[in-house]
Nanobody, 121 residues
Framework: QVQLLESGGGLVQPGGSLRLSCAASGSGFSINVSRWYRQAPGKERELVATMTSGGSTNYQDSVKGRFTISRDNAKNAANLQMNSLKPEDTAVYYC???????????????WGQGTQVTVSS
């Protein structure tokens, strides 16, 4: 059973950096797409970054040039490096993985539990 465990959130001052990690547990699967979302209080969840199995990436305009999504194959994890953080980046960040089990048909997905990122002076 695939599960996603998030880590790396916390409190940081404006202009600072944080690195989020989303580690996938289990075996017998291949990840097709990794995504990071965020949701601030009173706002809709928004897509922040996407990485496909082919290595292509896409970013929300507000984070382009500041955030980088990557995958650590050795640790079976998807990471989000966040630099030059702004107060408006404050939100709960959720990772998402679209995957398929080996020898089983159909696309499946999982969500991480969420990790709080607070950018404040």
């Amino acid at each position: 059973q695939v599960q996603l465990l998030e880590s790396g959130g916390g409190l940081v001052q404006p202009g600072g950096s944080l690195r989020l990690s989303c580690a996938a547990s289990g075996s017998g699967f291949s990840i097709n797409v990794s995504r990071w979302y965020r949701q601030a209080p009173g706002k809709e969840r928004e897509l922040v970054a996407t990485m496909t199995s082919g290595g292509s990436t896409n970013y929300q305009d507000s984070v382009k040039g500041r955030f980088t999504i990557s995958r650590d194959n050795a640790k079976n994890a998807a990471n989000l490096q966040m630099n030059s953080l702004k107060p408006e980046d404050t939100a709960v960040y959720y990772c998402y993985a679209g995957f398929a089990y080996r020898d089983r048909w159909g696309q499946r997905d999982r969500w991480g539990q969420g990790t709080q990122v607070t950018v404040s002076s």
